[in-house]
């Protein structure tokens, strides 16, 4: 059985090579864990041709300590390699100690394994051939080692799997050939566990062996350890913005998995076209600003999106544009609300307070800087309180709501309606002549006196007391406050009157 130690001896030479390979591209992120990943095979190949040479199961027992100080870490570094691969970056700390417990746990149970005989039960050797065969008893730790070991390369081929439905490159088939190699490693490892292997000889030296082979292809063939082109490639696909690469001429060079779905008309026949040739590419040449947000429709859904724009310079030559597109739907629509809430009154919809008597003021100013004529109508509604004890305030919102949308319909767009206060309302009339005005005013009035509210078994109606304040830009001390106060005495006037008509302040 010569030609077991000669491929095993050619085992070590070919990694030894990629070692010393490795060690030259050693700048590259990758590389630490190639390295670790190949020392950890290394070991357990030296340590089981020397098994092999054992003459006594004390020295065959020595030589299986050593092949522990690999072979647990093979498939945790094959692991976190796929990973940083995969996604272009490493595991948190915390998750990365959780996940080296069960080989180091490994590596103590067969070290003191003759004390709990847990991981082998009892070893014994076999001589054939001038080979020595080591024979043993499968503990529990063995099984939690293979299973641990098997649920690492499940969990490395569902990433690459992952990230070969994503990507669309040819270069990519590294990750075929990574997964390739430890599909070796899968074939043989039940072969071996389920005792078919010849004289139970460790078949995964031969999956080692052929997962070395598969790594040095994507080595030599692809150099990913050497490329940065891929890793950047898949942090590119993975990035959760969209991302848009054009060249010097605005053609379209390449896009991320997010652009397409923001996007669909980025696909393969799209590359090499200009954006100008695309409506919605269009809308994106013609951003003039770095920063600006743009409307897309989306699935027949109008959608917003904040859109980075940032040219691409090498030494002191354009050589294109990236587009940075990160979806800002969601915040539009809360800060819709917000500004919706900050400016205008719940219950009936119309301008709150605040926000009646900021636009109120800069009408003002207006009128005063123009020389224009301004009106402020002061409206409190009769006897409100008697529909909220009789009815309740449920009743009492109905009606303002009402009052608030009849008087809405007979305003112009350029009038300004407010809730001023509870049952108080407030309308700027801009450039109007006060006997319009006093026209305006007296509509309103007989809109809300026709009325008329159903609600549950009652019909309510209300009437509502005006005042009437107006001015121009040549009117002494006009400011605001003069509207409103000449426009509240006018109201309070007619109320005291007894109310359900117009009063002008003189």
């Not at 139970?200 to 490329?227: E, T």
Request: charged share 20%.
């Amino acid at each position: 059985m010569a030609w077991l130690e000669i491929i095993l001896y050619l085992t070590v030479a070919i990694l030894l090579a990629l070692l010393v390979f490795a060690f030259t591209r050693r700048n590259n992120f990758l590389s630490p864990l190639y390295v670790l990943m190949v020392l950890a095979v290394l070991v357990y190949i030296l340590g089981y041709t020397r098994e092999l040479s054992s003459h006594s199961v004390e020295e065959a027992v020595f030589w299986i300590k050593l092949e522990y100080f690999g072979i647990p870490f093979h498939s945790l570094f094959w692991f976190l390699l796929t990973y940083r691969l995969c996604y272009g970056r490493s595991l948190s700390f915390p998750v990365m100690l959780a996940v080296c417990i069960i080989p180091i746990l490994t590596l103590f149970a067969v070290v003191t394994n003759e004390y709990h005989h847990l991981f082998y039960t009892n070893i014994s050797i076999l001589q054939i051939s001038g080979i020595t065969l080591t024979q043993f008893g499968r503990g529990p730790l063995y099984y939690l080692h293979v299973v641990y070991t098997d649920f690492l390369i499940v969990l490395g081929l569902a990433m690459i799997a992952q990230q070969l439905r994503k990507t669309r490159k040819f270069f990519h088939s590294v990750l075929f050939w990574m997964a390739l190699g430890v599909g070796i490693e899968i074939v043989l490892e039940p072969i071996y566990l389920l005792g078919f292997s010849p004289h139970n000889i460790d078949l995964m030296a031969f999956g080692f062996l052929g997962a070395v082979i598969c790594q040095g292809v994507a080595v030599y063939r692809f150099d990913f350890l050497k490329s940065d082109d891929l890793v950047k490639d898949i942090i590119f696909s993975n990035i959760k913005e969209g991302l848009l690469v054009l060249d010097q001429k605005d053609r379209i060079s390449d896009f991320n998995r997010t652009a397409q779905q923001i996007c669909p008309w980025l696909n393969v026949d799209s590359l090499g076209r200009k954006i100008t040739d695309f409506e919605e590419g269009q809308k994106l040449h013609n951003l003039n600003e770095q920063n600006a947000d743009i409307r897309l429709n989306l699935r027949n859904r109008d959608r917003f999106f904040s859109v980075h724009t940032t040219d691409l310079v090498e030494g002191g030559r354009t050589l294109g544009k990236v587009y940075l597109f990160n979806d800002v739907t969601a915040v539009r629509r809360i800060m819709k609300k917000l500004y919706h809430y900050a400016n205008y009154d719940s219950l009936t919809g119309i301008f709150n307070r605040r926000r009646f008597l900021d636009e109120g003021e800069k009408e003002v100013s207006r009128c005063i800087r123009y020389h224009t004529r301004i009106a402020f109508i002061m409206i409190d509604l009769d006897n409100f309180k008697r529909i909220n004890d009789q009815h309740g305030h449920q009743a009492g919102d109905k009606v303002l709501h009402a009052v608030a949308h009849v008087m809405s319909s007979r305003l112009r767009k350029s009038d300004i309606l407010g809730r001023y206060g509870g049952e108080e309302f407030g309308i700027f009339l801009v450039e109007i002549a006060p006997e319009n005005a006093l026209v305006v005013a007296e509509d309103v009035r007989q809109s809300i006196e026709g009325l008329t509210i159903e609600y549950r078994n009652a019909t309510l109606k209300v009437t509502a007391s005006i005042g009437v304040a107006t001015a121009d830009g040549d009117t002494p001390d006009l400011s605001l406050e003069y509207l409103l106060n000449k426009a509240d005495f006018a109201m309070y006037k007619a109320k005291q009157q007894g109310g359900n008509q117009v009063s002008v302040a003189h």
